[in-house]
């Protein structure tokens, strides 16, 4: 089983409006945290956010939020007034063991979501 | 300013010839990571290192080998290069106390003939 699902191989959104990129997870640790990174046409990898499972509220960060709902294993990215440079693969991840001295540091990513933001 | 280099940005090679990709940090940062990144699999870890002289194997360690004797250091070395290793190679690290952001390189775009 995958443990990082992104069901929208592409999105479209019309400027300045909200988009929601969804992303559900599977793990059985209690202690994780869950990351979206965004990857512009020139490939570099740039973090938007973070949550970890133990935190009471969603994370938000400029026009980026986390919408995380636990008990769904969820953790879906909203982008608010987009803008023409949001336009990039998205990618949900989540590092488990937060709490395990030791553990890989690994991030687990899923496969991806194309926004194109129209003008 | 704090970073993660990787150097070559770009590399076009051909079978069996032994190359080396270099991953420098200068944030202090205990992990250092090598991901590959494919269309429609994701990124995909191939080894880390948790420290100095403390690596172990990821996902997809095959045909790669790490070595890690400075902190800030993570080449990642392919011995006999194989077009099944034509991929985007991204060089991430972080601390292992705090923060949770993993920061990645700029990526290096390898074409294996």
């Known amino acids: 089983a995958q443990k990082i699902t992104q069901t929208q191989p592409g999105m479209f959104v019309q400027e300045k409006e909200a988009v929601t990129l969804d992303c559900t997870y599977d793990t059985s640790d209690p202690s994780y945290g869950l990351f979206w990174y965004k990857q512009p046409s020139s490939g570099e990898m740039i973090f938007l956010i973070y949550?970890?499972?133990?935190?009471?509220q969603n994370a938000t960060e400029g026009r980026y939020s986390l919408n995380f709902q636990k008990a769904r294993k969820s953790a879906n990215l909203v982008i608010s007034a987009s803008q023409l440079g949001d336009s990039a693969m998205y990618f949900c991840a989540m590092r488990e063991g937060l709490r395990r001295g030791g553990s890989n540091y690994k991030l687990t990513f899923g496969k991806g979501t194309l926004l194109t933001v129209n003008p | 300013e704090a970073q993660v280099t990787q150097n070559p940005r770009y590399l076009i090679t051909v079978t069996g010839k032994k190359l080396t990709v270099t991953c420098s940090q200068n944030?202090?940062?205990?992990?250092m990571s090598w991901y590959r990144q494919d269309p429609g699999l994701g990124l995909r870890q191939i080894y880390y290192?948790?420290?100095?002289?403390?690596?172990d194997k990821g996902d997809v360690p095959e045909g790669y080998k790490v070595s890690r004797k400075e902190k800030r250091n993570f080449p990642l070395i392919l011995e006999s290069p194989s077009p099944n290793q034509t991929s985007l190679y991204f060089c991430?690290?972080?601390?292992?106390?705090?923060?949770?952001?993993?920061?990645f390189g700029p990526g290096t775009r390898l074409t294996v003939l």
């Open positions: 944030m202090n940062h205990e992990y």
């Open positions: 949550q970890g499972s133990y935190d009471q």
């Open positions: 991430a690290s972080s601390f292992t106390l705090r923060g949770n952001e993993q920061f």
């Open positions: 290192s948790m420290n100095v002289e403390v690596t």
